[in-house]
Nanobody, 119 residues
Framework: QVQLVESGGGLVQPGGSLRLSCAASGSIFSINNMGWYRQPPGKERELVATMTSGGTRDTADIVKGRFTISRDNAKNTVYLHMNSLKPEDTAVYYC?????????????WGQGTQVTVSS
């Protein structure tokens, strides 16, 4: 079993900053891609940013220049640094990890953390 535990969400004013964290634990040989998706109210889940274990990043255009993804491979942890937040960034943010273990390779998801940008 693999668990992803997210933290760092909350209420922030427009223009503010937040840092999300996601730590993976359990049966893990290696993690290739690790990253963040979000689901705004009434909309589909969408990619925010992902990062490979080698450091290659993929960031959605809509957040590029404002959000930065980083990883600590030794801690199996991924971070999302969010700056210049806008009301349209309001969403449930989900952590995702592609994990290899004794069962093979699969995608795992966190439970989600709410980010609300409002004055």
């Amino acid at each position: 079993q693999v668990q992803l535990v997210e933290s760092g969400g909350g209420l922030v004013q427009p223009g503010g900053s937040l840092r999300l964290s996601c730590a993976a634990s359990g049966s893990i040989f290696s993690i290739n891609n690790m990253g963040w998706y979000r689901q705004p109210p009434g909309k589909e889940r969408e990619l925010v940013a992902t990062m490979t274990s080698g450091g290659t990043r993929d960031t959605a255009d809509i957040v590029k220049g404002r959000f930065t993804i980083s990883r600590d491979n030794a801690k199996n942890t991924v971070y999302l640094h969010m700056n210049s937040l806008k009301p349209e960034d309001t969403a449930v943010y989900y952590c995702n990890a592609r994990v290899s273990n004794g069962l093979g390779t699969g995608d795992y998801w966190g439970q989600g953390t709410q980010v609300t940008v409002s004055s």
